[in-house]
């Protein structure tokens, strides 16, 4: 069995920094590679950035976030981060952890494992 539990949300200012924590466990094939997604009311959920685990660590970010978040793991802690940088009240939503077998998919529909998702609001 799988489990993704999220961490670090919060309410901060348009321009601060945030880090998301997703610690996993279970078997470390099917977390080989993590996304995090994310949805605010009204919209579908979307793909933010992701990670390739076990094997060569790329990561593929949203163009929305690609200069101002960075994902990244540390694999003797099960953890998965998601640093939060530059915030605009447009990355307000609940955040969510999600992990696959093989490569990154940018579909939500690809992720079979989800956490309970972190909110994350940002006030302008």
């Known amino acids: 069995q799988v489990q993704l539990v999220e961490s670090g949300g919060g309410l901060v200012q348009a321009g601060d920094s945030l880090r998301l924590s997703c610690t996993t466990s279970g078997r470390t094939f099917s977390t080989n590679a993590v996304a995090w997604f994310r949805q605010s009311p009204g919209k579908e959920r979307e793909f933010v950035a992701a990670?390739?685990?076990?094997?060569?660590?790329?990561?593929e970010y949203a163009d929305s976030v690609n200069d101002r978040f960075t994902i990244s793991r540390d694999n003797a802690k099960g953890t998965v981060y998601l640093q939060m940088n530059g915030l605009k009240v447009e990355d307000t939503a609940v955040y969510y952890c999600?992990?696959?077998?093989?490569?990154?998919?940018?579909?939500?529909?690809?992720?079979?494992?989800w956490g309970q998702g972190t909110q994350v609001t940002v006030s302008s």
């Open positions: 999600a992990a696959r077998p093989y490569s990154i998919e940018k579909r939500a529909n690809e992720y079979g494992y």
């Open positions: 990670i390739r685990v076990w094997s060569t660590g790329r990561t």
